[in-house]
């Protein structure tokens, strides 16, 4: 096996096992799905498969979870917040991943609690309704916040570690002639 071919299977093995741990009991909102898709962003040279990991991972995890209404909305803000992972590319330190986590935890809150807004009848569909909703899922804003800075810590510091530790896992460098 090529480093390259190693690097990426570690690199997708990250995503499926934060994927996987969505099935074991967490708290609310407490979960890995922002940090894998910050670092497929981050990790995943191809655009293409920096996408289709982490989305292909929830989507595995919604087979045996089960779909809900504002599924759409996760899958979209997942994917954006792979778009913030690519900022994390060419320098990837503590500050940049927990700015990009802060990010992508404030993108997620308020992409998927619109979503739970205009799909669910949990709210009217007035702006003091969406207010409503925004406000209802303040107390577990926090719980998505400290998820995604301790699954991007897991994601990003394992990561870097095991490239320090494990040589074939380090990205190839490219050398000027």
């Known amino acids: 096996m090529t480093s390259n071919h190693a690097r990426l299977l570690a690199i997708l093995s990250a995503i499926l096992i934060a994927a996987a741990l969505r099935l074991v009991p967490?708290?609310?909102?407490?979960t890995p799905?922002?940090?894998m898709a910050l670092f497929g962003g981050a990790y995943l040279d191809r655009?293409?498969?920096?996408?289709?990991?982490p989305l292909g991972a929830l989507l595995l995890s919604d087979l045996v979870l089960g779909f809900y209404p504002e599924l759409v909305f996760?899958?979209?803000?997942?994917?954006a917040t792979v778009a913030i992972g690519w900022a994390l590319t060419k320098r990837r330190t503590a500050v940049g991943v927990g700015l990009a986590?802060?990010?992508?935890a404030v993108l997620v809150f308020v992409v998927t609690n619109f979503g739970v807004?205009?799909?669910?009848?949990y709210y009217p569909k007035?702006?003091?309704g969406l207010a409503a909703c925004y406000v209802a899922a303040i107390p577990f804003f926090q719980n998505t916040l400290a998820g995604d800075l301790v699954f991007s810590a897991l994601l990003f510091g394992g990561f870097a570690l095991a490239e320090r530790r494990v040589p074939v896992l380090r990205a190839p460098q490219l050398h000027a002639a």
């Open 26 to 30: 967490h708290p609310p909102n407490f």
């Open 33 to 35: 799905i922002a940090a």
């Open 47 to 53: 655009r293409a498969l920096a996408f289709a990991a």
């Open 74 to 79: 996760v899958y979209l803000s997942t994917a």
């Open 101 to 104: 986590a802060l990010a992508g």
């Open 117 to 121: 807004w205009l799909v669910m009848d």
């Open 126 to 128: 007035t702006l003091a």
